[in-house]
């Protein structure tokens, strides 16, 4: 089992910044690719963004893409997400996933074997 925790959450302005992260604890954490996807009120649970077990591969939705960086630290059991230049159509409640996914199926929910609870992310003036 892999216990995981997102905090970072938020009200911010449209431009503005946040930094999700989320603390994963129990099983080996090195051995899963990590993601991050949201969903808003009244849609489907989408895909953001993916660092796979090295911590090199990374891929991200076109939406998000330029403007959010995932990044990860096994020793920490940790992975983030930084995001800029938000928009208002990024407010969503945002996820944090484990699996251990391929390069084929990252985008998959059904792909993630652990999810967290979440964290609100607002973008509104």
């Known amino acids: 089992q892999v216990q995981l925790v997102e905090s970072g959450g938020g009200l911010v302005q449209p431009g503005g910044s946040l930094r999700l992260s989320c603390a994963a604890s129990?099983?080996?954490?090195?051995?899963?690719?990590m993601g991050w996807f949201r969903q808003a009120p009244g849609k489907e649970r989408e895909f953001v963004a993916v660092i796979h077990w090295n911590g090199i591969s990374t891929n991200y939705s076109d939406s998000v893409k330029g403007r959010f960086t995932i990044s990860r630290d096994n020793a920490k059991s940790t992975v983030s997400l930084q995001m800029n230049s938000l928009k208002p159509e990024d407010t969503a409640v945002y996820f944090c996933?484990?699996?251990?996914?391929?390069?084929?199926?990252?985008?998959?929910?059904?792909?993630?074997?652990?999810w967290g609870q979440g964290t609100q992310v607002t973008v509104s003036s």
């Open positions: 996933a484990a699996g251990p996914v391929s390069s084929e199926t990252y985008q998959l929910t059904y792909s993630y074997d652990y």
């Open positions: 129990g099983r080996t954490f090195s051995g899963y690719a």
